[in-house]
């Protein structure tokens, strides 16, 4: 209700109540009706901003909680990403190089993964290239992990080979030699027994009385026998895989036939004085990939490190070879 309004009469000297029309108090219920409207819409539009509604309050907090545990994710995903770069290194710096294996290339590693963008939806929402950022590195620290994964398995392989390399290659000395006394001539240029020029000696001879025997030099696969009357003579040769093969020449008595499997120190002959030769001795040559190399550095199962030293200085003198 509307308060009443007074209005002083200076000729009574008293207040009289003014009466008012009905278009006076109408307009005066327009009026407060207007001012209502007005501040409640106001309030409606003001109040979130100044102040937070439970909901938005909870909301927040919710928010909060969220990038707190994201940053948290993020540093865990650093450690991961350095423990797999020390695995990594240890991959290309040692078990391949045990191996003998390539490292994995750096673009293998860093390869990307490519196609659409994975990540738009993220775009569109707040703190979204947090989650962006996380999940790129969450990508390439499980595309890392896969080739690491995968470069592990070739190793392993590599590994299970290995042992059967070991066993393979050519790695003790063809004929028992304790006091290194029968190494006679060495691979390199040697004076020809009977043409008496310098000429390419392609293995090592070791001088033995007729009769001795000679021992495969590493597992293998008997490839060749021949009964020649110049040149090798009477040789056998063994292929041992991995592109190793060794040759044993001038024989005297030939044990093993082609296709044969012989272990290493198995007797496959003995020595003799057959084919181009001056004595009785064992030539024998190591090929690698059917190149001839020098047997000097193929008798590790036998000696020991002085033996050795004394293998090279003998084999460095120039001596003439019994072919
Ligand atoms: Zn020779």
């Given at each position: 209700?509307?308060?009443?309004?007074?209005?002083?009469?200076?000729?009574?000297?008293?207040?009289?109540?003014?009466?008012?029309?009905?278009?006076?108090?109408?307009?005066?219920?327009?009026?407060?009706?207007?001012?209502?409207?007005?501040?409640?819409?106001?309030?409606?539009?003001?109040?979130?901003?100044?102040?937070?509604?439970?909901?938005?309050?909870?909301?927040?907090?919710?928010?909060?909680?969220?990038?707190?545990?994201?940053?948290?994710?993020?540093?865990?995903?650093?450690?991961?990403?350095?423990?797999?770069?020390?695995?990594?290194?240890?991959?290309?710096?040692?078990?391949?190089?045990?191996?003998?294996?390539?490292?994995?290339?750096?673009?293998?590693?860093?390869?990307?993964?490519?196609?659409?963008?994975?990540?738009?939806?993220?775009?569109?929402?707040?703190?979204?290239?947090l989650i962006i950022e996380t999940s790129q590195k969450l990508d390439a620290l499980a595309q890392k992990a896969y080739i690491q994964s995968r470069s592990f398995d070739e190793i392993?392989?590599?590994?299970?080979?290995?042992?059967?390399?070991?066993?393979?290659?050519?790695?003790?000395?063809?004929?028992?030699?304790?006091?290194?006394?029968?190494?006679?001539?060495?691979?390199?240029?040697r004076i020809h027994p009977f043409y008496k020029v310098l000429k390419m000696h392609t293995g090592m001879d070791f001088t033995a009385p007729t009769g001795t025997e000679i021992y495969?030099?590493?597992?293998?696969?008997?490839?060749?026998?021949?009964?020649?009357?110049?040149?090798?003579?009477?040789n056998v040769m063994i292929d041992h895989g991995f592109g190793y093969k060794s040759l044993y020449a001038h024989m005297s008595k030939i044990n093993v036939r082609p296709g044969q499997?012989?272990?290493?120190?198995?007797?496959?002959?003995?020595?003799?004085?057959?084919?181009?030769?001056?004595?009785?001795?064992?030539?024998?040559?190591?090929?690698?990939?059917?190149?001839?190399?020098?047997?000097?550095?193929?008798?590790?199962?036998?000696?020991?490190?002085?033996?050795?030293?004394?293998?090279?200085?003998?084999?460095?003198?120039?001596?003439?070879?019994?072919?």
């Amino acid at each position: 209700m509307a308060k009443p309004r007074y209005s002083f009469n200076p000729q009574s000297l008293t207040f009289t109540e003014e009466q008012r029309s009905r278009k006076d108090k109408a307009w005066l219920v327009v009026r407060y009706v207007l001012a209502f409207v007005i501040i409640s819409a106001i309030s409606y539009l003001v109040f979130p901003f100044v102040i937070d509604t439970p909901e938005v309050r909870k909301l927040k907090r919710e928010n909060q909680k969220l990038v707190e545990n994201f940053d948290h994710i993020n540093r865990r995903v650093d450690n991961l990403r350095l423990v797999l770069e020390d695995l990594q290194h240890r991959d290309d710096n040692i078990y391949r190089t045990i191996f003998e294996a390539e490292p994995v290339p750096t673009t293998v590693r860093n390869v990307g993964m490519g196609g659409v963008d994975r990540y738009e939806q993220l775009e569109q929402m707040e703190n979204g290239q947090l989650i962006i950022e996380t999940s790129q590195k969450l990508d390439a620290l499980a595309q890392k992990a896969y080739i690491q994964s995968r470069s592990f398995d070739e190793i392993i392989a590599l590994a299970q080979r290995k042992e059967e390399l070991v066993r393979c290659v050519p790695a003790i000395m063809p004929i028992s030699d304790r006091n290194l006394t029968r190494m006679a001539s060495s691979f390199g240029m040697r004076i020809h027994p009977f043409y008496k020029v310098l000429k390419m000696h392609t293995g090592m001879d070791f001088t033995a009385p007729t009769g001795t025997e000679i021992y495969a030099t590493g597992d293998g696969e008997v490839c060749r026998v021949e009964q020649q009357q110049r040149g090798y003579g009477h040789n056998v040769m063994i292929d041992h895989g991995f592109g190793y093969k060794s040759l044993y020449a001038h024989m005297s008595k030939i044990n093993v036939r082609p296709g044969q499997k012989v272990k290493r120190g198995q007797v496959i002959g003995l020595v003799g004085n057959t084919g181009t030769s001056v004595a009785p001795h064992l030539h024998y040559e190591v090929r690698i990939n059917d190149q001839p190399v020098d047997p000097v550095n193929y008798y590790y199962n036998d000696l020991t490190p002085e033996q050795y030293d004394r293998m090279i200085e003998l084999a460095s003198m120039p001596t003439q070879s019994f072919d």
